[in-house]
């Protein structure tokens, strides 16, 4: 008979001192190790254990470590860190149209929003973002800066009323989306939701194209709503309704809607998220920043509402830290609420990455450290004497360390940040391109709106 073919070793064999899974719930796992296959995790085991079974794996000891789950941002403008900080300390309708409408009207491009990408996508990389939930003008050039950034994104099909200098309008933004999903459908990092930007700026016949092609692609919808209580208000004198009731009579109501901020609420319309399966994109610092209020986080899980994290885009947040927006999260739940045990460590830690995954449909491949799922996986170092003494890791994380904790980052088993730097040369060279024309950028922007300069 001939000789049984030896199995060949897996890819690689990570041990960190603490794994937070995120399934199951609150768990955390001491002395175990994650062992990963062609880009997948293919068991979580004792260390003992897996070194024994897997003797000759390429081994990553991390000794002072936490392993969680590449952090999922669920909402966010990757392009807009080209305009950072220029347009602070504005209220959301001036934020909008005295600075940011007037500045993409001058400055948005292919090579502006791929250049804006690269950047945000390394900043969001080495603070342990491995997921981005993108909606921008130029879709292309966002999915090419991830593609080269070796990060996963789900890319927004941009629904708008008004024209820019990507399309004339919803039906030209449509088509040239459908064209690009098409072009990459067997891209294994980059997805499509479908993205009208908001209630107020997309009518009920784009909404409705939106719906009915939602249903036929199986997409995510991917929409701002009830950011503002001054929105709402105008809403309502227009349409007659409020813009959750409104996107409901259009069919818009259901699992696949991501309805990003939901700040201002009723409890009515927290059990109709809830009821409808919907999922919440919450996005804490550019509400406080903006002064949009703050979202009903506690209410909102209490009904029964998947709820993930994002960081809404660099021009009204000026940080794209995941780890940061967690902690913000569970400490206004707990502000808001009166509980001090409201949304707490592990909870937020499901929401910056199961919770994002769900929403986007991606629970099955991403968002946990479950065998069979993708090893998007993250390791942050607590041993620095500041972190001491460790009781729980997943509290010492969301309320001591942060995003320069984060040292090694994994995507689909592959290294992209190993001790703090990136390691992809195509990045490098990327993300060296890209600054060298940061200046011409931030040149133009101040000729267009000197304020912001």
């Known amino acids: 008979m001939p000789d049984t073919p030896t199995p060949r070793p897996p890819t690689r064999l990570i041990l960190p001192r603490w794994i937070a899974p995120v399934e199951p719930d609150s768990v955390v796992l001491t002395d175990h190790a994650v062992v990963v296959r062609d880009g997948r995790i293919e068991a979580v085991l004792p260390a003992a254990e897996a070194v024994r079974r897997h ?71 080495r603070g342990g973002i491995t997921t981005f939930n993108d909606m921008y003008f130029f879709p292309e050039a966002t999915a090419r800066a991830a593609l080269s950034m070796g990060m996963r994104a789900r890319v927004g099909i941009i629904v708008v009323d008004f024209p820019s200098a990507y399309g ?126 703050i979202a009903p986080i506690a209410r909102l899980l209490d009904a029964g509402v998947n709820v993930g994290i994002g960081t809404d885009g660099s021009a009204s947040n000026n940080r794209l830290d995941l780890l940061l927006e967690a902690r913000t999260a569970s400490l206004l739940a707990k502000g808001t609420s009166g509980d001090a045990a409201a949304f707490g460590a592990h909870a937020a830690l499901h929401a910056a990455t199961l919770g994002g995954a769900r929403a986007l449909g991606l629970g099955d491949e991403i968002g946990s450290i479950t065998p069979g799922k993708w090893a998007d996986l993250v390791a942050i170092d607590l041993s620095d004497a500041d972190l001491q003494p460790v009781h729980d890791p997943v509290s010492q994380l969301l309320f001591a360390a942060g995003r320069e904790q984060v040292t090694d980052v994994w995507i689909a088993g592959k290294p992209v940040v190993t001790r703090r730097q990136m390691v992809d040369e195509r990045a490098l060279c990327t993300v060296s391109e890209v600054l060298g024309r940061y ?10 709106v000197p304020e912001a300069a």
Request: hydrophobic residues 45%.
């Open 168 to 293: 004339s309008g919803p039906a030209d933004y449509l088509a040239k989306g459908l064209r690009l999903r098409d072009a990459l459908r067997h891209e294994p990092t980059i997805g499509f939701t479908l993205a009208p930007h908001a209630p107020y700026t997309v009518s009920d016949d784009g909404l409705r194209e939106v719906s009915k092609l939602s249903a036929e692609l199986q997409l995510p919808v991917h929409v701002h709503v009830h950011e503002t209580a001054q929105e709402i208000a105008e809403h309502e004198a227009r349409h007659g309704v409020r813009p959750l009731e409104r996107l409901a009579r259009l069919g818009l109501l259901g699992p696949d809607l991501i309805a990003v901020h939901a700040v201002h609420l009723s409890d009515a319309e927290m059990r109709l998220l809830a009821a409808h399966g919907a999922s919440v994109a919450h996005c804490p610092h550019s509400n406080l920043k903006l002064g949009s209020g």
């Open 55 to 125: 003797a000759d794996a390429e081994t990553v000891h991390l000794p002072g470590h936490l392993l969680i789950p590449g952090l999922v941002n669920l909402h966010t403008h990757a392009a807009m860190s080209l305009l950072r900080g220029a347009a602070d300390d504005l209220p959301l309708a001036r934020w909008l149209n005295e600075r940011i409408w007037p500045l993409e009207a001058g400055l948005v491009s292919d090579a502006f929003v791929h250049d804006g990408t690269v950047l945000a996508c390394r900043e969001m990389l």
């Open 439 to 448: 200046a011409v950028w931030h040149n133009r922007l101040g000729k267009i």
